[in-house]
Nanobody, 127 residues
Framework: QVQLVESGGGLVQAGGSQRLSCATS????????MGWFRQAPGKEREFVAA????????AYADSVKGRFTISRDNVKNTIYLQMNNLTPEDTAVYYC????????????????????WGQGTQVTVSS
């Protein structure tokens, strides 16, 4: 079992930046494909970004492409989501997710593919 704890959320003005972290514990972090999802009030949870366990492959939702960057540090057992040029539409609870995989370059982009979830961290972007 792997435990995921998100941090770094908060209130930020439109146009600003925020960096989220997701610290993991439990089984070896290196073999987990990881992802970020978000859920805005009244909306379904949606994919934001994903990264393979080798960090050799990434994927992004069209709505964040060019503004958000996902990365990971396999020594610190942590993934990050750097969010730039934030807009009020980015307001949501952000969740990290993990799935043990064999492939070093596999990225997972759907909710059903992930096995482990964090509790989420709130990001609020004011206009």
């Amino acid at each position: 079992q792997v435990q995921l704890v998100e941090s770094g959320g908060g209130l930020v003005q439109a146009g600003g930046s925020q960096r989220l972290s997701c610290a993991t514990s439990g089984r070896p972090f290196s073999f987990y494909a990881m992802g970020w999802f978000r859920q805005a009030p009244g909306k379904e949870r949606e994919f934001v970004a994903a990264i393979s366990w080798s960090a050799g492959a990434t994927a992004y939702a069209d709505s964040v492409k060019g503004r958000f960057t996902i990365s990971r540090d396999n020594v610190k057992n942590t993934i990050y989501l750097q969010m730039n040029n934030l807009t009020p539409e980015d307001t949501a609870v952000y969740y990290c997710a993990a799935k043990a995989v064999w492939s070093s370059i596999l990225v997972l982009t759907t909710i059903d593919e992930y096995e482990h979830w964090g509790q989420g961290t709130q990001v609020t972007v004011s206009s």
